[in-house]
């Protein structure tokens, strides 16, 4: 067991023993995202931090910086994928569109795009 493995346990016998401590949750949380790179179950803990703590700054402002991170990530891909799908583009309008397999490449391309764009907006929810 390694030593991130004892550290999570650690922290779940925490919470066994003090379910309602906010800060415990807190910790939790930013442990999750940190080291386990679990944005959505560090959401999750911080969920029940704010829950038992609503008027806690600190709770609120972590939930925001994983929220905004985790939108920041998505966007990057997101903007990476357009502009390779825009080199693949020009690269067949330069070519020219005087055959049918341009046409037909055109038209995976715009399949790949739209497939892309559904699964973005799943997991980004």
């Known amino acids: 067991m390694n030593k991130i ?3 999570e346990n650690e922290y779940k016998k925490a919470l ?17 995202y940190k080291y386990k ?26 939930y925001l910086k994983i929220i905004r991170n985790r939108d920041l990530g998505v966007g990057k891909r997101y903007n990476f994928f357009i502009l390779f799908v825009l080199g693949i583009m020009l690269w067949l309008g330069f070519s020219g569109y005087n ?4 046409m037909f490449s055109l038209f995976i391309v715009a399949q790949i795009v739209i497939n892309y ?3 973005l907006y799943k997991t980004h929810d």
Request: hydrophobic content about 30%; charged content about 25%.
């Open 5 to 7: 493995q004892k550290m």
């Open 99 to 102: 055959n049918y397999m341009n």
């Open 37 to 62: 790179k679990d944005t959505e179950n560090s959401l999750k803990q911080l969920n029940r931090a704010i829950k038992f703590d609503p008027l806690n700054r600190v709770y609120k402002m972590n």
């Open 16 to 32: 066994v023993c003090n379910p309602y401590n906010a800060s415990l949750y807190n910790d939790y949380a930013l442990f999750l």
């Open 117 to 119: 764009q559904k699964t």
